[in-house]
């Protein structure tokens, strides 16, 4: 019996090289094998390449709006770097708050400025946002906030 295909490699398949080394590399969840993954890539590519002689269809998806949550910060128990958060409507992002820095915040006015967020986004949407549907964690040595500790500029 055949090994079943990996969700996830055929996910990083469909991937840029560079985008998949950091998502998988050393920064990201650190699956990325130099020696494997680029066979590997290619193979589930040109798997879905053959199945390309199937018809598709296109269904819209309902339109709901969503808020997400981006915590840059380290794995584990550690402090939090910076936050971000956006309001979706179905597949698109609609609204972005600008990440900011979080030193010096208690873990209280974090939880009370992540609130106001939710609530300056349903205000100004006219919609009812009780919490954020997901938390993405994110290395802080991505922070885009300027000037960073992480990335000084020279």
Not at 28 to 53: A, I, L, M, Q
């Amino acid at each position: 019996m055949p090994k079943p295909l990996n969700t996830k490699c055929q996910l990083c398949a469909k991937l840029p090289t560079a985008k998949a080394k950091v998502l998988h590399g050393t920064e990201g969840d650190g699956c990325w094998n130099p020696r494997v993954c680029h066979n590997r890539r290619s193979f589930y590519r040109s798997r879905t390449e053959e199945k390309s002689g199937i018809d598709s269809i296109t269904v819209e998806p309902p339109a709901t709006y969503f808020a997400v949550l981006y915590l840059y910060k380290e794995p584990g128990e550690k402090p939090l770097h910076a936050l971000g958060a956006e309001l979706w409507l179905g597949q698109k992002p609609i609204c972005r708050l600008s990440p900011i820095h979080c030193f010096g915040l208690t873990s209280g006015k974090i939880r009370a400025y992540t609130d106001q967020v939710l609530q300056a986004f349903a205000r100004e949407y006219g919609v009812s946002l009780y919490q954020y549907k997901d938390m993405f964690e994110i290395s802080p040595i991505h922070c885009p906030v300027r000037p960073c500790p992480l990335n000084p500029e020279l």
